[in-house]
């Protein structure tokens, strides 16, 4: 085969296999830079504002930034970049799986842990829940300024509670990414762990066999 034709072949085999391993890559641009905080653009996706020591759902953590520039952990490397710069990183094969697979406990229930916001928190499957429901020191925790949401009542066990409407910018539960989730916060320390309930369930395709639940991105 000629030398030519030879380069032809390797460098569309290069790309075929570029396209079938782009989900083991993760981009990270900086788009903002301030004093304790930076923006970031991951994988393409909507604009993200990090304070020093948030993770983003994809595990990128801000460990510092000034206006000159960012010091990221990204899988567990330290990176320094500065505006307008942009790292591409191995990510690991669960981060797009778009699934997570859980089992039931002894009380058939579903419990995982995952993301709001970058922060880790509990969550327990729950298809009678209408959206996500969390308390407001969960809120707090994942960064979300609750009470600028919408203002309502809701009847608990221990009684009618002040509530808000509010909408996660990034939940995370395994390989599933979702953003822009609706979501309720309750005033107080109940529901102790955050509910996943159908404002995300709706956005999956959920397969149960025996014990065990597997949930997959649908949008």
């Known amino acids: 085969m000629p030398l030519r034709n ?36 991951i994988n393409g996706s909507k604009p993200i504002t990090l304070s020093v020591g948030q993770s983003s759902a994809e595990g990128v953590r801000l460990l510092s930034a000034d206006s000159n520039k960012a010091t990221l952990e990204i899988e567990g490397k330290r990176k320094e970049l500065g505006m307008g710069s942009a790292f591409t990183a191995a990510a690991s094969p669960t981060s797009a799986a778009g699934s997570v697979v859980l089992y039931a406990n002894a009380a058939g229930h579903y419990f995982s842990e995952g993301q709001i916001n970058g922060a880790t928190l509990k969550f327990l499957v729950d298809t009678g829940a209408t ?9 707090k925790y994942a960064g979300i300024d609750y009470k600028k949401g919408k203002k309502i009542q809701m009847q608990t066990a221990s009684g009618i509670v002040d509530a808000y409407y509010v909408v996660i910018n990034t939940l995370k539960l395994g390989g599933i990414i979702l953003h822009q989730v609706d979501a309720v916060v309750l005033e107080g320390g109940s529901p102790q762990i955050v509910l996943l309930g159908m404002t995300a369930l709706n956005r999956m395709e959920m397969k149960r066999e025996g014990l065990v639940l597997t949930l997959t991105k649908r949008y």
Do not use: P
Request: aromatic letters at 4%.
């Open 6 to 41: 030879l380069i032809k072949c390797l460098l569309v085999l290069a790309n075929l296999l570029t396209q079938n391993c782009a989900w083991a890559e993760m981009r990270v641009n900086v788009v903002g830079l301030f004093n304790g905080k930076a923006v970031l653009v």
């Open 131 to 139: 959206a996500i429901a969390m308390n407001s020191g969960d809120a």
